[in-house]
């Protein structure tokens, strides 16, 4: 499990050239429209490959994987759900084509058009809040891959994934949104090649036949329904739904690839095909992680499921996959596919970085300033307060990222940091945008109660995740509908050249 001379080659090779080419944006970056949103011309072909390249990272494979070696074909529920939805607001230019017309820079944006001021900057703090807590944990997840994969020492994780993240946040500060598509498309090509070779390699080591009847003597059929999964249920599928809606339309790295390309018509083509992509990326890491089940899981169960065994020492499920793919993988093969999930690193965590440190700089710190009536900043000094945030972020998820362990699984954890601000964001967005009523207390309501919706029952009470992510949507609506009866409605400063 170990890396060669030529493993070695190929990715820093890799490292050197991503890092080239992203230092080439700085060239485009005249106003703060290019920093954060490519000056809003992508067309249809590049933003594909930037939001799948955005949203498909190395932590996308290991969580997805740690769910297939944990929960074995029911979790396929979720990628099924992520993709359809997808498609489906991608034909119907569902809350996108709006978001577009009115030429947003992030999500938050929207709550100062609609709602007030003072609405866009509590927004501002917990999508800010969500986002860094959910992003906080990438780091290490993605450090343990690159570790057992590879063979190196797990005492120098810490050493390597800095050196990645400073590299990230090297082109990603200089060169803001236009680094970032640039690179996008190199990275989603390797990435792509790389999965195919994994899914080749993962099936063929492990025998399809083999695969299935591992899951039937382990998990019998909750292993293949979601319905009969006590884990997840009816509960986990309509918070699902309502989860990847909300993450599709107000997701902030999500919606930036919207809010970048030349039109609303583009922004539905784009969220189209990437819907077909998003198959493929929940399903196939989920079939590798099966594929480790059944070549790995001889240890002592936990939860019903064997542990993994290799070389006979016991490791956790979410190391399961790259242990795997350490024992199978060739020389060169290895570096590829390494090289590969670097990429999707490297293309995830620079979008994040640049998603969650504009809205800091757009939607926490330019309010304050409005409200404190301070001179509004040149696009200069707005471009260098988002380059400070960014560095912030990354300095934070430095020392948070590589020390914090998520409890259970990383797919839900993720999901319910993630539903802190998703559940109010997307309830007050549905409202402002197609009922009239909506109002700025049924705005503050939705987004106060959303945010406890997860924080007390998960952090404090510790309910499971699918209680406690239908129960934030259904606190955040409730909100929105009581505070918009008992106040007046808000006057409507949305123009109608902005709602097509």
């Not at 990715?11 to 944006?25: C, E, R, T, W």
């Not at 009816?234 to 999500?254: A, D, E, G, R, V």
């Amino acid at each position: 499990m170990t890396f060669t001379s030529l493993d070695w080659i190929i990715v820093i090779a890799y490292l050197i050239l991503s890092v080239a080419i992203g230092m080439i944006g700085r060239k485009y970056v005249g106003s703060v429209a290019h920093y954060l949103v490519a000056g809003r011309e992508l067309g249809v072909f590049v933003g594909i490959a930037t939001l799948a390249a955005t949203e498909i990272g190395t932590i996308t494979f290991m969580y997805n994987a740690e769910l297939g070696y944990r929960y074995g074909f029911a979790p396929f529920v979720v990628a099924l759900i992520s993709g359809l939805v997808m498609v489906i607001i991608g034909r119907t230019g569902f809350v996108i084509t709006r978001f577009r017309a009115m030429k947003l820079m992030t999500v938050p944006e929207f709550f100062e058009r609609k709602y007030s001021l003072g609405l866009r900057l509590f927004t501002g703090v917990l999508v800010a809040l969500g986002g860094i807590l959910n992003m906080g944990v990438f780091l290490k997840i993605e450090g343990e891959f690159l570790t057992v994969i590879s063979g190196i020492d797990a005492k120098y994780l810490v050493t390597v994934m800095t050196i990645i993240l400073l590299l990230e946040m090297l082109y990603t500060v200089v060169g803001g949104m236009v680094s970032i598509v640039i690179t996008d498309f190199l990275q989603y090509v390797l990435l792509s090649t790389a999965t195919i070779l994994v899914s080749i390699f993962a099936v063929h080591h492990a025998g399809w036949h083999n695969i299935l009847a591992k899951v039937t003597a382990t998990m019998g059929d909750k292993g293949f329904s979601p319905i009969a999964n006590p884990k997840f249920g009816l509960t986990f599928i309509i918070w699902q739904i309502l989860l990847w809606f909300s993450i599709h339309t107000c997701w902030q790295t999500t919606a930036m690839r919207m809010f970048s390309t030349k039109d609303p018509e583009t922004s539905k083509k784009v969220m189209t095909w990437t819907g077909f992509i998003y198959l493929g990326r929940g399903m196939l890491p989920m079939l590798w992680g099966i594929a480790a089940l059944a070549t790995l899981g001889t240890g002592n169960s936990q939860d019903g499921v064997p542990m993994p065994v290799l070389n006979g020492h016991v490791l956790q499920p979410i190391d399961a996959m790259p242990a795997m793919l350490g024992s199978i993988l060739g020389p060169g093969i290895k570096g590829i596919v390494v090289a590969g999930m670097l990429a999707a690193t490297m293309s995830v965590n620079s979008s994040y970085l640049l998603g969650w440190s504009s809205v800091i700089s757009q939607d926490i710190i330019m309010p304050a300033r409005q409200v404190l009536r301070k001179v509004p900043l040149s696009s200069r000094s707005q471009i260098l307060v988002n380059r400070l945030a960014n560095l912030f972020v990354g300095l934070f998820l430095m020392f948070w990222g590589l020390y914090y362990t998520p409890p259970g699984a990383v797919y839900l954890y993720l999901n319910v940091t993630g539903t802190i601000f998703l559940a109010g964001a997307f309830v007050c967005v549905i409202g402002g945008l197609y009922w009239k009523r909506a109002n700025v207390t049924g705005g503050y309501l939705a987004m106060f109660l959303g945010a406890v919706g997860v924080i007390v029952p998960f952090f404090f009470l510790h309910w499971n995740e699918n209680v406690t992510g239908f129960t934030a949507f259904a606190l955040a609506a409730f909100g929105l509908v009581f505070g918009s009866l008992l106040g007046s409605p808000s006057e409507n400063i949305i123009a109608e050249s902005e709602m097509p």
